[in-house]
C-alpha cells in the first residue's frame, strides 16, 4: 500500500492524538513535583503557589480552609472489576504555628469528589461539617497531621497522626513520631516545628495493608511504619477519585506548607532530590548582639556621655509617649487594666446599637445579652448584669480578672467588661448557634443529631473537668444548665457564665444539699451536669409539672427506665432512630444516674466523668442501681 502526503497528515494527528492520550495517562497515574509552579495542580480556598514552587494550603488567619488536588482523577480500581490497586504516595510539609498555640492540621485525602463548599475549618480540616462526619456515603479516606486535640472527636493528643474513614473521627491514630533504626525506637517528632517533615504513605491492595511512615526530611525512609493498619477500602475508594491536600484552621492558627509531592500506582512513589525543594521562609532574624566595648579610655568615656545623653532623652520620649497613649485610650475609653480589658461606655453602647432590642439575645435571671460589633469583623455578646449592692459590684470586678485569664476551647472566651453606674456589661465572644436550650426545649431550630449531643456533652464535662481542677486556679461553675452552653457555628459547645456567683438555677437542676445550704460546690456542679445529661438525651427540661406522675421528675422518671431496662425508650422522639448508638446512649444516661446521686460523697469527680464519656474508663459494674435519687 502506498502512503501518500494526502494520508500522512490523518496518520500524523491520530499518532500525536495517542501520544496525548499516553501522556496524560501517565501523568494520572505517576508524577512528581519539586515545588508547583508548573504542577498539574487544582486549588481552592486559601491555597496559593509562590514563585518559589512552595504551596501553601492556609495562612495563620483564624478559620481558614485551603485545599490542592492533583488536576487529574487517579483509577484506583481496575476498570473490570471492583478490586482496588496499589498505590504509593510521599510529600514534604511543613506546619508553622501563629500567634500561640498551633492549629488545626492538614490531611493527605482521597475523594471522588473536590467539593467541600459545606464542609467546616477547625477540627473538621476543611472535609467534613457535624452533619455528615463520619457518615459512610462520603466514600473518603485522609491521613491527618493533627496539631489540636479535639476531645469530643476523641483525638488522642495535639500532635497526632490519624487514619480517617468518612470523617475525622480516626480509626487509628498515634503521637506523631519516627523510627530510629540506629536506635531501634520511635523518636518523637512536633509536627508544628516549622520545620519540613516527610511523609510516606502506602496501601498493598494484596495485603489490603495501609501504611504511614514519617522522618525529619534529612532522614531516610525509616524501616518501620509509624502506622500499619489493615483496610479493605473497596467500600470506601470508588473507581477514579482525586488525590491532594487539605488544610484549616479556627482561632489558633498555623502556616500549612507542602514542598513536594511524589505519587504512583502500582509502584514505589519516585524519591525526591531535596536539592530541588523549594525553601521554606526564613524566621525572624534574632536581634544582633551588642558590639564589644572599645578599649581605649577616651572611646570608653566619650561611649558613656552618648549613653547618658541616649538614656536621658529614651526617658523623655517614653514619658511623652506613655502621657499621648494614656490621653489616646482615655479619649477612646478601651485599656487594659489588672488583665482584663475595660471597655467604654460609649463603645459598648455604639456597638449594640445603644441596647436596641433588635439586637437582644435573651434575657435570664442574672442579666440580659445583647448582640454588638465591636469591628466589621469582631462581633461580641455583651451580658448587662445590674448590682445590687456597691459589694456586689465589686466582687464581680475582681471575678472578672481571674475570668478573663481562663482561655479553654469549651469555654466562652471572656473578652473584658465595661462598668456604670451600678451597672456591668460583660464582652464575650459571639456564638452564631446561640444557647443549648433553644435547640432542646423549643421547634425554632433545627433537630440535633445524637452525634452532635454526644460531642456536646463531651465538650461541656472537658469544660467542667478544667475548670474544677486543670485551670490556673480552681473554680466551680455553681450555674450549670443549658441555657448557659453555647452552640459555636459547628455546634461545639461552649459552657459560659462561669465564676461570677450567679446562682439562679432551678430546682431541677440543684442537688439537695445545695437547697438546705445554698452553697455551691464541685460537688453540685456534678450533679447539674447528669441533670443536663439527661436533658439532652431525653430533649426535655428537668421538672414538667404537665406531665404524667411518674415523668415529672426527669431524674425519676430515667431511673425507673433504667430499672426497667427500657433507657433507649426515653430518647427524644426527634432523634432519627437510626442515628443512635445505643453503647453511647447508654453511657451517657447511666452516668447521668451517677452524678445526680443524693449523696455528695456518692457522686463521681469530673475529671472522672469525663473519662467515663471518653471510654478510658469503665462505669462501676453496679451503675446506679443501688444509689439513691430524689
Known amino acids: 500500500m502506498m502512503i501518500t502526503s494526502k494520508s500522512i497528515a490523518p ?9 496525548v492520550s499516553c501522556v496524560s495517562s501517565q501523568q494520572e497515574t505517576k508524577f512528581l513535583n519539586h515545588g508547583f509552579v508548573e504542577a498539574n495542580l487544582l486549588k481552592f480556598g486559601s491555597s496559593k503557589v509562590y514563585p518559589s514552587g512552595l ?29 482496588l490497586v496499589s498505590f504509593s504516595t510521599s510529600f514534604v510539609f511543613a506546619i508553622t504555628p501563629g500567634p500561640g498555640s498551633p492549629g488545626h492540621g492538614l490531611a493527605f485525602v482521597i475523594s471522588p469528589s473536590m467539593d467541600f463548599s459545606g464542609a467546616f475549618p477547625s477540627s473538621y480540616l476543611g472535609l467534613f461539617n457535624t452533619s455528615n462526619n463520619g457518615n459512610s456515603l462520603n466514600h473518603i479516606l485522609a491521613v491527618e497531621f493533627d496539631t489540636v486535640q479535639a476531645v469530643e472527636l476523641n483525638d488522642i493528643d495535639d500532635n497526632h497522626v490519624g487514619i480517617d474513614l468518612n470523617g475525622v473521627v480516626s480509626i487509628e491514630s498515634t503521637s506523631a513520631a519516627y523510627f530510629d533504626d540506629r536506635e531501634a525506637k520511635n523518636i518523637s517528632l512536633k509536627l508544628a516545628s516549622g520545620k519540613p517533615i516527610r ?22 525512609k525509616p524501616n518501620v511504619a509509624l502506622l500499619s493498619r489493615k483496610l479493605n477500602l473497596s467500600g470506601i475508594i470508588s473507581q477514579e477519585n482525586y488525590v491532594g491536600f487539605s488544610a484549616a484552621t479556627g482561632t489558633v492558627t498555623s502556616s500549612h506548607l507542602v514542598l513536594g509531592w511524589s505519587f504512583s500506582l502500582e ?3 519516585l524519591d525526591f532530590d531535596i536539592t530541588k525543594l523549594p525553601s521554606l521562609p526564613d524566621p525572624p532574624a534574632p536581634l544582633s548582639p551588642s558590639p564589644s566595648p572599645p578599649n581605649s579610655t577616651k572611646k570608653n568615656t566619650n561611649n558613656t556621655k552618648i549613653i547618658i545623653i541616649c538614656a536621658a532623652s529614651a526617658t523623655v520620649a517614653i514619658m511623652i ?8 485610650f482615655r479619649g477612646n475609653q478601651t485599656f487594659f487594666t489588672g488583665g482584663a480589658r475595660k471597655f467604654s461606655h460609649q463603645t459598648i453602647s455604639s456597638a449594640t446599637g445603644g441596647f436596641d432590642n433588635s439586637k437582644l439575645l435573651g434575657e435570664r435571671n442574672s442579666g440580659s445579652f445583647y448582640k454588638g460589633q465591636l469591628t466589621p469583623t469582631e462581633i461580641i455578646a455583651v451580658k448587662k448584669v445590674t448590682c445590687s449592692t456597691r459589694q456586689q459590684k465589686t466582687t464581680l470586678i475582681a471575678e472578672i480578672d481571674v475570668i478573663s485569664k481562663i482561655k479553654q476551647k469549651n469555654l466562652v472566651n471572656l473578652h473584658g467588661y465595661c462598668s456604670k453606674g451600678n451597672e456591668i456589661y460583660l464582652v464575650y465572644e459571639y456564638a452564631p448557634n446561640g444557647s443549648l436550650d ?45 441555657s448557659n452552653v453555647l452552640l459555636d457555628e459547628e455546634l461545639n459547645s461552649r459552657l459560659g457564665d462561669f465564676g461570677q456567683g450567679s446562682r439562679h438555677s432551678t430546682t431541677g437542676h440543684v442537688a439537695p444539699e445545695q437547697l438546705e445550704t445554698g452553697k455551691a460546690t464541685r460537688d453540685t456542679d456534678v ?15 428537668a421538672i414538667e409539672p404537665t406531665k404524667p406522675p411518674e415523668e415529672i421528675s426527669l431524674v425519676n422518671w430515667v431511673l425507673q427506665g433504667f430499672k426497667k431496662g427500657d433507657l433507649l425508650e426515653i430518647c427524644d422522639t426527634r432523634i432519627d432512630r437510626e442515628s443512635l448508638v445505643a453503647r453511647e446512649v447508654l453511657l451517657v444516661l447511666k452516668t447521668g444516674l451517677l452524678c445526680a446521686n443524693r449523696s455528695p460523697e456518692a457522686r463521681p469527680m469530673m475529671k472522672q466523668v469525663f473519662r467515663f464519656l471518653d471510654g478510658t474508663e469503665s462505669l462501676p459494674h453496679d451503675g446506679p442501681r443501688h444509689i439513691k435519687h430524689a
Open 527 to 541: 450533679y447539674a451536669f447528669g441533670v443536663l445529661m439527661m436533658e439532652i438525651v431525653c430533649g426535655r427540661k
Open 55 to 83: 504551596l501553601e494550603l492556609t495562612n495563620t488567619s483564624m478559620r481558614q480552609i485551603g485545599q490542592a488536588f492533583h488536576g487529574f482523577p487517579i483509577p484506583l480500581a481496575n476498570p473490570n472489576s471492583t478490586n
Open 438 to 482: 433553644r435547640f432542646l426545649f423549643s421547634n425554632d431550630r433545627p433537630v440535633l443529631t445524637w452525634s452532635d449531643r454526644f460531642c456536646i456533652i463531651k465538650g461541656i464535662a472537658s469544660a467542667l473537668q478544667y475548670l474544677h481542677s486543670e485551670g490556673p486556679k480552681p473554680l466551680i461553675h455553681g450555674n450549670v444548665k443549658a
Open 321 to 328: 509617649l506613655i502621657l499621648l497613649v494614656f490621653r489616646f
Open 267 to 269: 509502584g514505589e512513589a
Open 11 to 19: 496518520i500524523t494527528i491520530i499518532f500525536l492524538l495517542y501520544l
Open 199 to 220: 511523609v510516606w504513605i502506602e496501601y498493598n491492595a494484596t495485603e489490603m495493608m495501609l501504611n504511614v511512615t514519617l522522618a525529619p526530611l534529612d532522614r531516610p
